[in-house]
């Protein structure tokens, strides 16, 4: 299930398979001492930010190792005397997160807590903790409130590995046997419906953790995957925070594969891309419903499709989990009104409602790489990849982990790094 697909078999039955929790609603904050003892600001913290405070996760930052994250971050910035100085420190302190997680998915550095070194929560749990320090800090230097937002903006992009995605100058072998490595770009999101489930964890981000920056086999040689983390917000891409972040990406591509996660058992390859928001609410609990935003609207089509290889990724034995080509829509045909779902994809002069993704984030982040793309005037193969639900095992509704959850985060991790070789073999 996902919001990311947004669809009511989505939001429905997968979440009532995982057996999800009610949590209280968050709370406004009081001001609290600062992490030197001096004050902070009485700034209310953003509704991602407020979870922080429930035992979940919590327990999460403490069993990864992650908890001093955010109060050192906070030291090093009441330590800043200037705006140069500060943003130095969220740089240092942001990339360093990204870089953390990354190690610790792909089994570096110490292995702190006993939480499972491939978990993407504890990266998600201790941004919005530094998120917190950034916006209620009070520095002995003026502050804008355009300054204090542009340290928000670039800790958002280092923690999610979005300004580190530096590929090799084509055509340098890199050490594989004289082999030009093939560049691949994967984007992965945060966990998301955490009042549904405060537990949750999201396997298109433990995927990015585990491939970025690591080199794979292929039919075709050897290809090294870039990897980068998007927010679960409507806002931040309606602000273009996906074509930022690809614009420069997907021309030294080979191969781009955007990934979330989607119906319970099964992989789906999703050949159409909708322009449509349907209003499911995102990780601020904001509701979108409306054309997809995006620069130029005057020549924005209804519908992007995808160019990966489906046949060959789906004719592939990758794994446990059944990988299917999936081109319904849901679309308004020309002269109607009703939307209707068309099982071989969008008619002529339709109105889009559904992508194959459905009409949350996971769908627009697929519409934007591929209009993307098609803007750009590239030939490079792309498109959408969703996951099974990440499901904890049977009777599991309170625990943070079981063995069950584990396989089936490894095994959806282990697939989608097979039908990304797949694709960048075919």
Partial sequence: MSPIRARATVAGTAFAAALVLAVPGPAAAAPAPGPEGGPRAAVAPTVEEARLSLAVPQEILRRSGFAPVAPEFGRALQRAGSYGQARRVVDRHASELWERAVDRAQGRGPALGDLSRDDDRPLYWARLGMTRELRQWQPSFPLTGERRAALLAGLERSSRGQDSMDFPERGRGDGHRGKALKRVVVTGFDPFTLDRDIRISNPSGATALALDGTVIRTAGGPAVVQAAVFPVRWQDFADGTVERTLRERLPEADLFTTVS???????????HNG???????DNENVSRTETVPVADPATQPQWTRSTLPVAAITAAPTGRFPVLDNTSVQEIPAGGSTPVVSPGGPTPGSVARQGGGGNY????IAYRATLLRDRLGLDTPGGHVHTPVLEFGAGNTTEIT??????????????VREIIEVAAGA
């Fill in 361 to 364: 984030l996971s769908n627009e």
């Fill in 275 to 281: 322009a449509w928001r349907g209003g499911f609410p």
């Fill in 402 to 415: 079981d063995p069950a959850f584990l396989k089936n985060r490894q095994d959806i991790v282990g697939q």
């Fill in 261 to 271: 996660q989607g119906r319970p058992g099964r992989f789906d390859i999703e050949r």
